[in-house]
């Protein structure tokens, strides 16, 4: 089957997405990454647009790329004036980079919403692309509003596409800039173009939106009609509801259609593309992103579970080892056996011989979920409470008892201290601390007791604290359900606690914590 070859305009149209923006820096970041995994072309922005862009073309010139061509973006030349005097087509020229991508106006209605003439936008085009090429460039052009002009004016729509390839343009994009055409009118209006400009050997391309949440279905159609350049972003980021994601194109292009675009290696990659360019737009990643995301694997009802232990592909469409991610198992109350089992393998653990079985597992798993545990949130108190069913439980310390006291004193602010005594083999442990609230009073009291014995408890920390009232009916009588995320050095693991109090359930949560932590130490050392 024939490549395509992947655009990628993340630092360009991904940008023009709400909240996301990059340095200078940052793009280059992005740009070595995108390179690295065997992207074909990187658009880094629009020079005439903003100093941000024209540092980042700037700092390019001094990047060797191994695979991907860079690619400066802009518009045609303005109406009424020559190339050579349009100083956003200088820019582009200025940033020295062997691409450079053109948008034009495809759309009759939109040439006159500019107070252009539909001749004069012509002349825009071929002028703008021909000048381009004399100055030795690779064109693309970007015929914006494709899908829209080519409904309400076909002809014209053509001629626009003609006046790229009398300018000599090497390749013709087609773009459903508002992104709201069906699949079935973008395989239509692809194939005429096909049909209308094949014999002159130019390869077309396809830059879609999601504003109907068909970008990735429409830039496949395109691809069965002949594309060859798909164009989007990572993690689908871009203007109003983004672009096609190209981290979900991508292995649909390459596992399910057989297009080469990038090698089954670099695929192996892309989880890590994405996490690195959403950690760097600081989006939180999405769970639920197809192929990469947390969930994309992730299997919770038990009868999902019990057949992908029998073979994966009863519930996994593609093996998540392809595209660098992984299959993870949760524990809720739709959790049957299967999932018990899995997961007791996974943490190593034997469940067999000692009279409690999977079974009776699952029933205490579903009992404490309707009291109102969420343990596929907390693998940590999973962990814990498999060990107390199955007798395996040996906690690193005991609580004795411990005591909170916050003091709130008129025009100061809240104080809070804790006194935690706990047991640790024969020797008991009474420590007192401050903290900026409750919880955190406790925390500090009990790693300050436990620090005695076992000292490695200074390499973990809390990261989060999230505290869910469960049943808003009840009032203050309402149960709580807080999570706590921990971190060490190496791992990060999450714990739960349920109750009325919201100070008990914040303990309960907190003491998983630190015999999770505890308890994974393979050489844990109490210092008697
Ligand atoms: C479909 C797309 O995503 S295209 C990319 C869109 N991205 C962006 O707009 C981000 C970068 N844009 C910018 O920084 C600014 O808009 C600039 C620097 C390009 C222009 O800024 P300004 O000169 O202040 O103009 P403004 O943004 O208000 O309007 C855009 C101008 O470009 C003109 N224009 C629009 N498309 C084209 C085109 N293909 N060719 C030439 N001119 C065009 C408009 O008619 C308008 O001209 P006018 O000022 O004479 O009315
Ligand atoms: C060019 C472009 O970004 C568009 O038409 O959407």
Avoid at 101 to 120: A, Q, R
Avoid at 388 to 411: C, G, M, N
Wanted: proline residues 4%.
């Amino acid at each position: 089957m024939d490549p395509v070859l992947l655009y990628d305009t993340t630092l360009r149209d991904g940008t023009q997405g709400e909240n996301i923006n990059f340095s200078a820096e940052e793009k280059i970041k992005i740009a070595q990454r995108l390179d690295d995994i065997g992207i074909h072309y990187i658009e880094g922005g629009w020079p005439g647009s903003n100093p941000r862009d024209r540092q980042f073309f700037n700092l390019a010139k001094t990047v060797r790329f191994n695979t991907a061509r860079l690619a400066a973006f802009g518009s045609t030349r303005r109406p009424g004036i020559l190339p050579g005097d349009d100083h956003n087509l200088a820019a582009l020229v200025e940033s020295e980079t062997p691409v450079v991508t053109i948008f034009g106006k495809t759309w009759d209605h939109h040439v006159k919403l500019m107070s252009n003439t539909l001749e004069e936008n012509l002349s825009m085009i071929e002028e703008t692309v021909i000048w381009l090429k004399q100055k030795g460039r690779e064109v693309f052009y970007d015929a914006e509003h494709f899908f829209d002009g080519y409904r309400a004016n076909p002809e014209y729509a053509m001629l626009t596409l003609n006046a790229a390839i009398r300018g000599g343009a090497d390749a013709l994009i087609l773009c459903d800039t508002n992104g709201g055409n069906l699949p079935s009118f973008i395989a239509d209006a692809f194939r005429a173009v096909r049909s209308a400009v094949g014999q002159s050997g130019i390869r077309l391309g396809i830059h879609t939106h999601n504003d109907a949440g068909l970008a990735v279905a429409n830039s496949i159609e395109a691809v069965n009609q002949g594309a060859v350049v798909v164009q989007g972003t990572i993690n689908g980021y871009g203007e109003r509801c983004g672009n096609a994601d190209l981290i979900t194109l991508i292995p649909i292009l390459t596992l399910k259609m057989e297009r080469p675009c990038i090698t089954p290696e670099n695929l192996k990659k892309l989880r890590g593309l994405s996490r690195f360019v959403s950690e760097t737009a600081n989006i939180v990643p999405l769970n639920s992103r197809p192929f990469v995301g947390k969930s994309a694997f992730a299997h919770k009802g038990g009868i999902h579970v019990s057949a992908v232990m029998k073979d994966p592909t009863a519930y996994e469409h593609v093996d998540p080892a392809l595209v660098g991610n992984s299959r993870t198992v949760l524990i809720s109350d739709l959790s049957g056996k299967s999932n018990i089992e899995y997961k007791a393998r996974e943490m190593g653990m034997d469940i067999g011989g000692n009279g409690c079985d999977s079974r009776k597992i699952v029933q205490e798993i579903k009992k404490r979920e309707q009291e109102g545990f969420q343990f596929d949130a907390a693998e940590g108190s999973f962990k814990i409470l498999l060990e107390k069913l199955t007798e395996q439980h040996r906690p690193a310390f005991e609580l004795e008892s411990f005591r909170v006291v916050i003091e709130k004193e008129k025009d100061r602010p809240c104080n809070s201290h804790a006194i935690v005594k706990i047991s640790v083999g024969c020797r008991d442990e009474i420590t007192a601390a401050e903290g900026n609230g409750p919880v955190s009073a406790l925390d500090n009291a009990l790693r300050r007791a436990l620090h005695q014995f076992f000292p490695d408890v200074d390499t973990m920390h809390l990261v989060d604290f999230k505290v869910r009232v469960i049943d808003g009916n009840a009032g203050t009588a309402a149960k709580v359900r807080v999570l706590i995320e921990s971190r060490d050095r190496d791992n990060l693991w999450s714990t739960i606690g349920v109750s009325e109090d919201i100070i008990e359930a914040s303990w309960q949560a907190l003491a998983d914590s630190f015999q999770y932590k505890l308890a994974k130490q393979q050489n844990l050392q109490c210092v008697e």
